[in-house]
């Protein structure tokens, strides 16, 4: 029987193992402290029950016991080799396959022509304004941070958080400005073609 594809908690528990062993509630202070949690929503609940399937799933083992002044004692986990190749094989689905996604955006501009044409622009720039805001200072973070020698192969998910989010912000400072000229009808389309934007083809780009 194949073992379960790894949730991305659980993939992510093990990226941290990988550097050495601990308990929990080391993990969870260390995905924190990496930023996971703007993958994943990380609480010590996620954490341990990731923990405990991987050990039923004989990727982590147990590999002693933290003893620190009057705390409870806490079992220390190590990842094992199985753990490692599941690692490996999880991290490669994860960036290879393109599984249908489904957020809630889309569905929102699906429906958003049914509103009046007043109420669509102040939703757009709504959204444009929290977008701008979350990534306010983000750009210069990321420079400060490699500037100090972090490797930039580790913000790989950071800078790609960051360009999504600016694509999305110049779509809709696009959509915006053609709703208010004109040129995207609330009414009707006008005469003048419009074609999408084309991307390169895979073999284009090989």
Excluded: C
């Excluded at 622009?121 to 709504?126: H, I, S, T």
């Amino acid at each position: 029987m194949p073992a379960p594809r790894l949730s991305p908690t659980a993939t992510l528990v093990l990226a941290v193992l990988l550097d050495q062993p601990m308990h929990p509630y080391e993990m969870l202070v260390r995905l924190r402290k990496r930023r996971d949690d703007r993958l994943v929503r990380l609480n010590p609940g996620a954490v341990y029950h990731a923990v405990d399937r991987l050990e039923r799933d004989g990727l982590v083992e147990r590999a002693g016991v933290d003893r620190d002044g009057n705390r409870p004692e806490r079992t220390v986990y190590a990842i094992t080799d199985a753990g490692v190749a599941a690692h490996h094989d999880r991290t490669r689905e994860l960036v290879r396959e393109t599984p249908p996604e489904y957020p809630a955006f889309p569905v929102g501009l699906a429906l958003v022509h049914d509103l009046p044409r007043d109420d669509a622009l102040a939703l757009l720039r709504e959204r444009r304004a929290a977008l701008a805001a979350a990534i306010d200072g983000v750009p210069e973070h990321l420079d400060g941070v490699v500037a100090r020698g972090l490797p930039r192969r580790i913000l790989l998910d950071a800078s790609f958080q960051l360009h999504q989010t600016a694509a999305e912000i110049a779509w809709l400072d696009a959509t915006i400005a053609d709703v208010e000229s004109g040129a995207l009808s609330w009414t009707e389309e006008p005469a003048a073609a419009f074609r999408f934007p084309r991307t390169a083809s895979p073999q284009e780009t090989s």
